[in-house]
């Protein structure tokens, strides 16, 4: 295949970057390599199609950017149909793109829900006998992929009551959106524990009411000994009066048995 239909779609596209163009030929010749020896024939994928999805992964291997809406058009296929070609080519030529839970935080703005999301994926992971980090290929499910990660980062927006567009976490969980509401459910659940255990207080920490009701008590108990400072005083003034006045009655009747 000569690269003049590279070429022709590459200029609709407005792409001008030789070293694009050069990408999107060397991944179309990879990709009916790939599909011939792995024997997927034409893998269902129409041939300007193909071409159109070379340059878009081309394009963004390269850092550059095409209009959407005019790659689908172009491709001649529905955004649907494209997606889901994209996605064929995207895991014959293993071009996929692995997004952390970091990574899709910043992408959807809402980074102070990875902590949670990551607590849940890793305790979803676990309870289904699998590990984030595991590297066993004998294992069936691997839950660092796209549809986890956002379903998990999604459950703990929902939760802490974080806005983030849903529509747009199906589109990169890639996968289809029923499969995705269903692990929105059961994390939820996880969700909901995980928080839940959070609020119970350690044993080495007071809650702020048991602090508070200490520190009526100290006022209570500082108030119960002014008043006892109090009447003390009073009961030392009253002695001082007595001792006064025996004083006085004493002069007084000095005074008059000298005076008889």
């Known amino acids: 295949m000569d690269g003049s239909q590279i070429e022709r779609l590459a200029a609709k596209l407005g792409i001008t970057s030789q070293r694009t163009k050069r990408k999107a030929n060397e991944l179309l ?14 893998y269902n994928v129409s041939g300007s199609c193909k071409a159109v999805i070379c340059l878009d992964l081309a394009a963004q291997q390269h850092g550059e950017t ?3 809406a005019s790659v689908i058009k172009l491709s001649g296929t529905t955004k649907k149909m494209y997606t889901a070609s994209y996605k064929i080519l995207e895991n014959l030529l293993d071009l996929q793109t692995r997004l952390t839970l970091k990574d899709l935080a910043v992408k959807f703005g809402c980074t102070g829900s990875t902590e949670l999301a990551t607590k849940i994926l890793t305790r979803y992971s676990q309870d289904h ?17 796209p549809l986890f990660q956002s379903a998990a980062l999604y459950t703990a927006c929902k939760h802490q009551k974080v806005k983030v567009d849903k529509q747009k976490m199906v589109e990169i969980s890639s996968g289809k959106k029923y499969v995705f509401d269903k692990l929105v459910v059961e994390m939820t659940k996880l969700a909901a524990k995980l928080t839940e255990k959070t609020k119970i207080v350690s044993p080495g920490k007071r809650s702020a009411n048991s602090l508070m009701q200490d520190v009526e008590k100290s006022l209570q108990d500082i108030g119960a000994t002014n008043k006892q400072q109090k009447l003390a005083d009073t009961t030392e003034e009253i002695e001082d009066y007595e001792v006064w006045k025996k004083r006085i009655l004493e002069n007084a009747r000095k005074a008059l048995a000298k005076q008889s």
């Open 66 to 68: 095409v209009d959407k």
């Open 29 to 42: 010749r990879l990709a009916e390599v790939r599909a011939t020896t792995g024997g997927m024939g034409s």
């Open 129 to 145: 006998g699998g590990s984030l980090d595991s590297t066993d290929d004998e294992s069936s499910i691997d839950f660092t992929t």
